[in-house]
């Protein structure tokens, strides 16, 4: 068995870091191993709103890393009171240390350290390789495995993407995107769609009034929402609000582009509405489908939602249908605890976006 001292990470030691992450990732083949750079991690550990993360490492005698734990910290609420919240990501071990029981002592000393720290509120989204570790030794408890929408923008590029024979998918698709059409019209707004370049104010007052909501959850700040979707590196994100006659915002959306399956993708990164305006803010979704080339410059096939939220009932309203979980091929499971004996344990009080899953 190799021998490993566990600590926190110095910082004379990012650069051993950097170098043990690229090996790790080419290792297990991780799909954004030559996006991933100094700069990613810089922002993403470093330049935080609070500037605050906690980075455990198992080292070898010989001082090289073989291990890391990564957990950045951020401000969230616990009902209606400001809170840290310390979200587990980016964990991995050398191939080299698999079948030693690495991972469940660096995820026990990490975890012993965090609550000396007195961090309250722990949450993390495990794959199903480690979910045991986290329920077994760090006494997490499995809240939620978000469910996940699938919402057709235009069914020729889907059909597209699996076979354009001399145009078939375009006439085989036009029928299907007239279907969609009829089932689920933009209703006449009482207002209209803008793009944002940035979080203004109002924005963010917006995401504030509906945090509000929820006892457990990341605060949408100015700051937070800038930093996570602004200054991110190599990002293409859409910032749409719908706004009433009034020229007061009631419902905003961000989206992401990707590619799934080899369809243009958009991801619903963030959302928010005001108080009993949720209406408007499936009718953003819906005006997405109809208007997608005139508010965002090119065609998507589909949007992607899923979340831990009040809307999930309410996402099928804007055209959306709910995939099978046998055919999600990496559930977001939503694991949390607390060190104080919050009662952190029922889904529906927690408010999860994607924007708190740190791969995308």
Same mark, same amino acid.
């Given at each position: 068995?190799?021998?490993?001292?566990?600590?926190?990470?110095?910082?004379?030691?990012?650069?051993?870091?950097y170098l043990a992450?690229?090996?790790?990732?080419?290792?297990?083949?991780?799909?954004?191993?030559?996006?991933?750079?100094?700069?990613?991690?810089?922002?993403?550990?470093?330049?935080?709103?609070?500037?605050?993360?906690?980075?455990?490492?198992?080292?070898?005698?010989?001082?090289?890393?073989?291990?890391?734990?990564?957990?950045?910290?951020?401000?969230?609420?616990?009902?209606?009171?400001?809170?840290?919240?310390?979200?587990?990501q980016d964990v991995?071990?050398?191939?080299?240390?698999?079948?030693?029981?690495?991972? +469940?002592?660096?995820? #026990?000393? /990490?975890?012993?350290? &965090?609550?000396?720290?007195? =961090?309250?509120? !722990?949450? %993390?989204?495990?794959?199903?390789?480690?979910?045991?570790?986290?329920?077994?030794?760090?006494?997490?408890?499995?809240?939620?495995?978000?469910?996940?929408?699938?919402?057709?923008?235009?069914?020729?590029?889907?059909?597209?993407?699996?076979?354009?024979?001399?145009?078939?998918?375009?006439?085989?698709?036009?029928?299907?995107?007239?279907?969609?059409?009829?089932?689920?019209?933009?209703?006449?707004?009482?207002?209209?769609?803008?793009?944002?370049?940035?979080?203004?104010?109002?924005?963010?007052?917006?995401?504030?009034?509906?945090?509000?909501?929820?006892?457990?959850?990341?605060?949408?700040?100015?700051?937070?929402?800038?930093?996570?979707?602004?200054?991110?590196?190599?990002?293409?994100?859409?910032?749409?609000?719908?706004?009433? +006659?009034?020229?007061? #915002?009631? /419902?905003?959306?961000? &989206?992401?582009?990707?590619? =799934?399956?080899? !369809?243009? %993708?958009?991801?619903?990164?963030?959302?928010?509405?005001?108080?009993?305006?949720?209406?408007?803010?499936?009718?953003?979704?819906?005006?997405?489908?109809?208007?997608?080339?005139?508010?965002?410059?090119?065609?998507?096939?589909?949007?992607?939602?899923?979340?831990?939220?009040?809307?999930?009932?309410?996402?099928?309203?804007?055209?959306?249908?709910?995939?099978?979980?046998?055919?999600?091929?990496?559930?977001?499971?939503?694991?949390?605890?607390?060190?104080?004996?919050?009662?952190?344990?029922?889904?529906?009080d927690w408010l999860?976006?994607?924007?708190?899953?740190?791969?995308?």
């Amino acid at each position: 068995m190799t021998e490993l001292t566990f600590t926190r990470l110095g910082p004379n030691d990012i650069d051993e870091l950097y170098l043990a992450m690229r090996e790790i990732m080419i290792e297990n083949q991780t799909h954004n191993v030559d996006s991933y750079d100094k700069a990613f991690w810089k922002w993403q550990y470093q330049d935080l709103p609070g500037k605050r993360s906690f980075v455990y490492v198992g080292k070898n005698i010989d001082g090289k890393i073989l291990a890391y734990y990564h957990v950045p910290i951020y401000i969230g609420q616990v009902d209606g009171k400001d809170e840290q919240y310390a979200m587990i990501q980016d964990v991995a071990v050398s191939a080299s240390l698999r079948g030693q029981g690495v991972f +469940k002592r660096l995820a #026990i000393y /990490a975890n012993e350290d &965090l609550d000396k720290e007195g =961090i309250n509120i !722990i949450y %993390t989204f495990p794959n199903h390789k480690s979910i045991h570790t986290f329920e077994k030794y760090n006494a997490f408890s499995h809240l939620d495995s978000l469910p996940s929408y699938i919402l057709p923008l235009d069914n020729r590029m889907m059909i597209g993407s699996k076979f354009s024979l001399l145009g078939l998918h375009k006439i085989i698709g036009a029928p299907f995107n007239f279907i969609f059409k009829i089932l689920f019209p933009s209703k006449k707004q009482n207002g209209f769609i803008e793009r944002a370049n940035n979080f203004t104010d109002e924005i963010t007052k917006v995401y504030h009034e509906f945090t509000a909501n929820y006892a457990f959850g990341i605060n949408r700040s100015k700051e937070y929402l800038n930093w996570r979707y602004i200054n991110k590196p190599k990002q293409n994100t859409h910032i749409l609000t719908l706004k009433t +006659k009034d020229n007061v #915002i009631s /419902a905003t959306a961000v &989206l992401k582009e990707d590619i =799934i399956m080899g !369809i243009p %993708t958009l991801l619903l990164m963030d959302f928010a509405h005001t108080n009993k305006s949720e209406h408007d803010l499936i009718q953003l979704l819906r005006t997405i489908r109809l208007r997608q080339k005139e508010l965002l410059g090119k065609q998507f096939g589909l949007l992607f939602i899923t979340s831990c939220s009040s809307l999930n009932s309410r996402w099928k309203k804007a055209g959306s249908f709910k995939l099978p979980e046998k055919l999600v091929p990496r559930p977001l499971n939503l694991l949390a605890r607390s060190s104080s004996n919050l009662n952190v344990n029922s889904k529906s009080d927690w408010l999860i976006t994607l924007s708190d899953w740190d791969v995308l």
